[in-house]
């Protein structure tokens, strides 16, 4: 007698599309404030973050997935930023102080 679900196909095409998509998190950085009227974040860094990169910032109440579309620091555009830096990003969302930032890199 076969003991396989009828709807394997489904639960196939469903589990390769979740192998297909995975991504590496990397962490680079902590939320250290946050200005709620232009939803931007201030945020130290521990690695490298540049223009274009995916991140996703993640906290007790906060999961936000986005691509980084500026950065700035002291209120001058920058393309790219370094471990050390204190950035400012805009968020879609609202964050909190102590979430993390973590650069998505496709496996």
Known sequence: MDT???N???YLTMSTFI???MVTMEKVGKVTHYY???RVAVVDLTAPLKVGDKIRIM???TDVEQKVKS???EHKRIEEAKSG???GIKTK???REKDILYKLIPD
Do not use: A, H, L, W
């Open 4 to 6: 396989c679900p009828s």
């Open 8 to 10: 394997i196909s489904k």
């Open 19 to 21: 192998f297909t998509s």
């Open 36 to 38: 709620p009227k232009i």
């Open 59 to 61: 906290g007790y109440t």
């Open 71 to 73: 950065i700035e620091i």
């Open 85 to 87: 830096d204190s950035i």
């Open 93 to 95: 969302n609202r964050v």
